[in-house]
C-alpha cells in the first residue's frame, strides 16, 4: 500500500502560478469587462477577508494603471461597501475600513441589521440561522447593486474557485450575484500567494475564512474541512480522473470529506450556472418545420 500511495502521490496534480502574470491577466480582465460595459469603474463589498481584500487590490492597481495611461479620459474609480449587520462584524467592518484606507478608496458603511431585523418580523422562517444568513448575503447584494446603478459601476465579485466553482459554498443571488468574478478561476491557496506576492497585509491574508452569517460561524466549522488542502485536493483528483478508493488511498482523507465534497460539487451546480431553459418548438412559417430552441438566441 506505501508504494501504491507514492505512485498516486506523484500523480495528483495541483495548479501552479506565476503570480507577477496571473496579477496582470486579472488586472487586465477587470479593464477589459469595464470598459466593455462602459462603466465607470468598479464597486465591491469589503468584508475584511483575504477574497475581497485581494479582488479590491487588483481592481485598485488596474484603475491606477489604466488611469495613468489616459489622463485625458474619464477615470475609472474603485468604490467599496462595508456592510455590518449590528455587533456581528464590528470587527471585519473595522478591518475592511483600513483597507479602503491602504488603498485610499471611497467607501460607504451600511448597518443592514434593522432590514434583517424587520424580514425577521414579517416572516418568522427568518429566524433561522441559515435563512437569516442567506438574507444577509442577499441584502448586501441589493445595497452593491443601488450603488453600481447609482454611479454606473460594475459589482466585482470575490468569490475563488473552491467555493464558487467546486462546492457551491456561496449563496444563490447573495454573494454569487455579480457582474464579474475576477478571482474565480484561483483557489484559495493561490488567492493566498497572490495576496501576499501584491503586499496585502500578513494578517489578512492569515484571516479565517468567514462571512459571519450568524455569531461564530466560520467556512470551516459549517463544512467540516478546509478550502486548501481538502477541497482543491478533492476535485482536482476527481477531475484528473482519480477514483473515490484512490483519492482516500493518496490523501488520507477521511470518506466523509472526500463524498460531502462530490455531493456539494454535485448538487450545487444550480447556483454555478445560468437558470437552465426549457426547450420548445416554435412556428415561424405557415407550414414551418418544428424548431427546437435550446438556447436564448436573439437576431438583430
Known sequence: MKEKKEDLEMRIKKAKMDPALVSRQIEDFIIE????????????????????????YLAKRAFDRYNSAKPGK?????????????????????DAIEITNLLKISYKAIDISPILEARRKINPVFKNNHN???????????????????????????????????????????????????????????????????????????????????PGQTDKGELGYDYDPHVETVIAGFGQGFSREEIQAITGFQYRIIDDISKRHRNN????????????????????????????????
Open 33 to 56: 469587462q469595464i470598459t466593455l460595459a462602459g462603466a465607470k469603474g468598479g464597486v465591491v463589498g469589503l468584508s475584511g477577508g483575504i477574497d475581497s481584500t485581494i479582488v479590491s
Open 74 to 94: 474619464e477615470q475609472l474609480r474603485l468604490y467599496g461597501l462595508v456592510m455590518p449587520a449590528g455587533d456581528l462584524g464590528d470587527e471585519d467592518a473595522k
Open 132 to 214: 437569516n444568513g442567506n438574507a444577509a448575503a442577499r441584502e448586501r447584494m441589493i445595497q452593491l447593486y443601488g450603488e453600481a446603478a447609482q454611479n454606473n459601476l460594475l459589482v466585482l465579485g470575490t468569490g475563488n474557485r473552491d467555493e464558487d466553482y467546486c462546492i457551491g459554498y456561496f449563496t444563490k443571488y447573495g454573494d454569487g450575484g455579480v457582474d464579474i468574478s475576477p478571482i474565480g478561476n484561483l483557489p484559495k491557496r493561490l488567492v493566498r500567494q497572490l495576496a501576499a506576492y501584491i503586499g496585502v497585509p500578513e494578517k489578512t491574508i492569515k484571516r479565517e475564512s468567514t462571512a459571519r452569517l450568524w
Open 269 to 300: 451546480r444550480h447556483k454555478m450556472n445560468t437558470p437552465p431553459v426549457a426547450e420548445v418548438s416554435l412556428d415561424y412559417h405557415e407550414n414551418p418545420p418544428q424548431v427546437s430552441h435550446s438556447t436564448l438566441k436573439c437576431g438583430v
